[in-house]
């Protein structure tokens, strides 16, 4: 029931170039701003610019947030200064940052050069707050009544405000200092006596950021309590702004993607993957590739002290890969598993005993089962003893009892590394599946050809 | 600025122990249910229940739908019945369906039996629907107006009906048939001219949910529309009900999550990391490591046939790992990018050549500068020359020249993959990092032995 439906790029292009510009128009105010920026995105840069003229301020103003940062940019090259003024005026403070933010900072410097002098100071004192924080993010279009008005006045004061507001769902109660003492929602208001004061329905019961607390504070407060918007307080608790759900949700996902980028042993791109520059994203990922790889050049290290069992028995060799990999396989699940529920918030700190425990008892089980049936391959392989010889069931113990020992060790590296990086102040997240597991080779390495030496005796 | 630094546990405890129940009472309400939930989850069980059952109804109902699933449990079993209708009554019907699917089927059929038969109707009305479908994620706790009401009408419809509503923050309009037609904010209502109807302010622009949509279809467009709650309409397009955005950020953290594990090559774990049963647990992450370990075992069939170049030249081995990791490694990028990237919808199939391109440069790019460190590792190494003799030049170009190809076939693999899964139908999602990995292991050392057959001259 997407309201795109109602309009497709060839009738934009028919309705142009026959120039019905107000029955084109009269379609567009129809359409969800989110359907009409894919809409008008569909079009070549000519008819898009064209399109987005004939749009209403403020449906242009919405429209225009939810275009790419490479759409963005075209329209404001196209766009002519009077019409950039009127749309970047129009645009809501929240998504104008993010807006300036994204784009190259001489566009930026055009676009706030164009602001009325009172846009321009409410944008410039959002960006003066460092990035990743509340103050990025917040919107200072909310509505605010004061304790002691009657909920009639305060109600006129809603349909007056409320036009400009971001949500008029939220309600902010200040004193007479700008200081917040309350939020209430509007069904508070709609529902109470209109001759009694503020006061009769207050329960000064609420949740507020602070504007220099990090964005993820956001994220959690407003899943915790679940908010439609919360307020933002500076250091003496005045009321200075709202962070709304639907931005704070962005966030969410901004963060997630991050984590998982740097899950999977890479820096975060912090631009969608089509977007972001190829020398950069190669960069990002490049890092931590060499980090890994000279990791990893001690597997070469730890091998050459047992070169002499190898050459003794060459197919020692050759079960290497299985028995490394299946570490870090289990090293992969056991991070993944711990770091994803710390960023939920179910695992803490102070759980790493309970994680613990679990983990060794689950790599473990795990580690009998693979070993298992890493012993299973060995005894009943078609032929085996005549490859093997004398060395068939010591080669499958060996496989069976080095195979437990590495993916219980996978399994509690994985699981405690996160832990470590958290306690020390780095980002738990950078326990990747990849840096698990070079962690696990060299070790592996070392467990598997120990127990070659006493099993087979070729140390 | 949590409101839970009001009260903690033991000075819970202590009220309880004086029965200063008033006392206690007024200090509870003024906490938010997340944060009693809690405080409360922090007492012993009877300290628990006791408390629990001092706090009014709707706050009990709604602190109630915070308690983790064990907590829930605990308190179901010591309300005692009388109470626990009263609680059940009162949860609001979407927190309902959530209880009664986590609950064991003996206490969920408990629970249904204590509600009144309205709120049993709506109950199975809701379980009827699929399994993740929008319909079991709505409530019927929604107002709705008619077209032809005036605005006061309406606002006295809303104050009169918003008392028991989810959010009162959009209002829906429907047809004589119970069809939606619109759906505006409560803003609109407060702006809008009293004595004019329903109608004046209508723009039949609305964006809505079919009960039989999957419930990502609920993430998408409330993220897409920037919603607080979307309208659900049945097959004849009547309002049945609504989604609100808290229980849509939900789905789309448990959605996020199922991801994020299947990344890490498990089946999702379906509760929090630390509630989810140990067996349970444990099968789902053996079924990919069994597979995996014996796909592994290709590795092992691949060298068998190398096995007089690895008796002729033993420090062959020793590098094995550091070669076939790095195409793991490689690999494990691109293919959380890619996927992450779908799961954003900043990816579609089409895009699969785009994606393609992009990824064999960056593999070529990444391989050539790991190849470059390889090669300066065996060049550069103190004594290298004399260890590896005549083969010293020839090993290092064995390593540049198969770790480029195996860095650039792992891209390669990474990235594609979840594309073929996705077009054969399955979850992109499955193409983990630990299943590239292996495949890119079997591969790696092909391409490893066979550089060294024509350069070491070994094969």
Same mark, same amino acid.
């Given at each position: 029931?997407?309201?795109?439906? /109602?309009?497709?790029?060839?009738?934009?292009?028919?309705?142009?170039?026959?120039?019905?510009?107000?029955?084109?128009?009269?379609?567009?105010?129809?359409? !969800?701003?989110?359907?009409?920026? +894919?809409?008008?995105?569909?079009?070549?840069?000519?008819?898009?610019?064209? /399109?987005?003229?004939?749009?209403?301020?403020?449906?242009?103003?919405?429209?225009?947030?939810?275009?790419?940062?490479?759409?963005?940019?075209?329209?404001?090259?196209?766009?002519?200064?009077?019409?950039?003024?009127?749309? &970047?005026?129009?645009? !809501?403070?929240?998504?104008?940052?993010?807006?300036?933010?994204?784009?190259?900072?001489?566009?930026?410097?055009?676009?706030?050069?164009?602001?009325?002098?009172?846009?321009?100071?409410?944008?410039?004192?959002?960006?003066? #707050?460092?990035?990743? /924080?509340?103050?990025?993010?917040?919107?200072?279009?909310?509505?605010?009544?004061?304790?002691?008005?009657?909920?009639?006045?305060?109600?006129?004061? &809603? =349909? =007056?405000?409320?036009?400009?507001?971001?949500?008029?769902?939220? &309600?902010?109660?200040? +004193?007479?200092?700008?200081?917040?003492?309350?939020?209430?929602?509007? *069904?508070?208001?709609?529902?109470?006596?209109?001759?009694?004061?503020?006061?009769?329905?207050?329960?000064?019961?609420?949740?507020?950021?602070?504007?220099?607390?990090? *964005?993820?504070?956001?994220?959690?407060?407003?899943?915790?309590?679940?908010?439609?918007?919360?307020?933002?307080?500076?250091?003496?608790?005045?009321?200075?702004?709202?962070?709304?759900?639907?931005?704070?949700?962005? %966030?969410?996902?901004?963060?997630?993607?991050?984590?998982?980028?740097?899950?999977?042993?890479?820096?975060?791109?912090?631009?969608? #993957?089509?977007?972001?520059?190829?020398?950069?994203? %190669? *960069?990002?990922?490049?890092?931590?590739?060499?980090?890994?790889?000279?990791?990893?050049?001690?597997?070469? @290290?730890?091998?050459? #002290?047992?070169?002499?069992?190898?050459?003794?028995?060459?197919?020692?060799?050759?079960?290497?890969?299985?028995?490394?990999?299946?570490?870090?396989?289990?090293?992969?699940?056991? /991070?993944?598993?711990? &770091?994803?529920?710390?960023?939920?918030?179910?695992?803490?700190? =102070?759980?790493?005993?309970?994680?613990?425990? =679990? !983990?060794?008892?689950?790599?473990?089980?795990?580690?009998?089962?693979?070993?298992?049936?890493?012993?299973? *391959?060995?005894?009943?392989?078609?032929?085996?003893?005549?490859? #093997?010889?004398?060395?068939?069931?010591?080669?499958?113990?060996?496989?069976?009892?080095?195979?437990?020992?590495?993916?219980?060790?996978? @399994?509690?590296?994985?699981?405690?590394?996160?832990?470590?990086?958290?306690?020390?102040?780095? +980002?738990?997240?950078?326990?990747?599946?990849?840096?698990?597991?070079?962690?696990?080779?060299? @070790?592996?390495?070392?467990?598997?050809?120990?127990?070659?030496?006493?099993?087979?005796? %070729?140390?």
């Amino acid at each position: 029931m997407d309201s795109l439906n /109602t309009l497709i790029g060839p009738d934009v292009e028919a309705l142009l170039n026959e120039r019905r510009y107000d029955q084109l128009r009269n379609a567009l105010i129809e359409i !969800e701003p989110a359907d009409l920026a +894919d809409l008008i995105g569909s079009l070549d840069e000519a008819s898009a610019a064209v /399109t987005f003229r004939l749009l209403p301020r403020d449906l242009a103003a919405a429209t225009f947030s939810h275009f790419d940062t490479d759409q963005q940019e075209g329209l404001i090259a196209r766009l002519g200064t009077e019409r950039l003024a009127v749309l &970047i005026n129009e645009i !809501e403070p929240d998504d104008r940052t993010a807006l300036l933010e994204e784009m190259p900072a001489e566009v930026a410097n055009r676009l706030i050069a164009l602001l009325t002098p009172a846009e321009r100071s409410i944008t410039q004192t959002i960006l003066n #707050y460092p990035e990743e /924080t509340v103050g990025r993010l917040m919107t200072p279009d909310y509505v605010r009544v004061r304790r002691d008005q009657t909920i009639a006045d305060a109600m006129q004061h &809603i =349909r =007056r405000y409320g036009r400009d507001a971001e949500t008029v769902n939220v &309600i902010y109660v200040v +004193d007479e200092h700008g200081r917040l003492i309350d939020d209430l929602k509007i *069904r508070q208001f709609l529902l109470g006596d209109p001759e009694q004061t503020v006061d009769s329905i207050m329960d000064e019961n609420f949740v507020a950021l602070r504007v220099s607390d990090d *964005r993820e504070e956001a994220v959690r407060l407003i899943e915790r309590y679940d908010r439609v918007a919360l307020p933002v307080v500076d250091s003496r608790d005045r009321l200075v702004g709202i962070v709304t759900a639907d931005d704070v949700a962005d %966030v969410a996902e901004e963060e997630t993607t991050e984590d998982i980028q740097k899950m999977s042993g890479m820096e975060a791109l912090d631009a969608p #993957y089509l977007d972001s520059a190829f020398g950069l994203m %190669v *960069r990002k990922r490049a890092g931590w590739l060499c980090v890994l790889f000279v990791g990893q050049m001690f597997t070469a @290290t730890a091998m050459g #002290y047992f070169e002499g069992a190898i050459e003794k028995a060459v197919f020692l060799a050759l079960f290497l890969p299985l028995i490394i990999s299946s570490g870090g396989n289990a090293g992969s699940q056991a /991070t993944s598993l711990v &770091i994803r529920a710390m960023a939920l918030g179910e695992v803490q700190l =102070r759980d790493w005993w309970s994680v613990l425990s =679990r !983990e060794l008892a689950a790599g473990l089980s795990l580690g009998l089962l693979l070993g298992a049936i890493g012993l299973l *391959r060995v005894l009943l392989w078609p032929g085996g003893r005549a490859v #093997y010889g004398d060395n068939f069931v010591p080669l499958g113990l060996t496989l069976a009892i080095s195979t437990l020992g590495v993916v219980t060790f996978g @399994t509690f590296a994985g699981s405690m590394l996160p832990f470590v990086l958290r306690r020390l102040g780095f +980002d738990p997240a950078a326990a990747s599946a990849p840096f698990v597991a070079t962690l696990v080779d060299v @070790t592996g390495v070392m467990i598997y050809f120990t127990a070659a030496a006493y099993l087979l005796r %070729v140390g």
